[in-house]
Nanobody, 125 residues
Framework: EVQLVESGGGLVQAGGSLRLSCKTS????????IGWFRQAPGKEREGLAC????????EYADSVMGRFTISNDNAKNTVYLRMNNLKAEDTAVYFC??????????????????WGQGTQVTVSS
């Protein structure tokens, strides 16, 4: 059974930091790219960053470039999203998702096959 489980969300003040984790199981981790997405109330789902599990290549959306960092630990089949200098507009439910095999490294959410349940991030101003 494929599973992606996010953790690490919570309430943080503006300017603060959080690190989200995405623990995966049930598929060959190296064959997939893992992406982070978010969705705020009334807004469309937004692709933030993705990482290739086999070579660590990353892609970022312009909206988070320089503030968010995606990384992985292949030994743990886990992907992280470090978020710095958080702003009120970063408040959303954050999801991780897996694309593959033969991942295209896209931030276009319909390309992703498996999704986690999401974790809430709330940034107070």
């Amino acid at each position: 059974e494929v599973q992606l489980v996010e953790s690490g969300g919570g309430l943080v003040q503006a300017g603060g930091s959080l690190r989200l984790s995405c623990k995966t199981s049930g598929f060959t981790f190296d064959d997939y790219a893992i992406g982070w997405f978010r969705q705020a109330p009334g807004k469309e789902r937004e692709g933030l960053a993705c990482i290739s599990s086999i070579d660590g290549v990353t892609e970022y959306a312009d909206s988070v470039m320089g503030r968010f960092t995606i990384s992985n630990d292949n030994a743990k089949n886990t992907v992280y999203l470090r978020m710095n200098n958080l702003k009120a507009e970063d408040t959303a439910v954050y999801f991780c998702a897996a694309e593959g095999p033969l991942a295209t490294m896209t931030l276009f959410s319909p390309h992703y096959d498996y999704w986690g349940q999401g974790t809430q991030v709330t940034v107070s101003s």
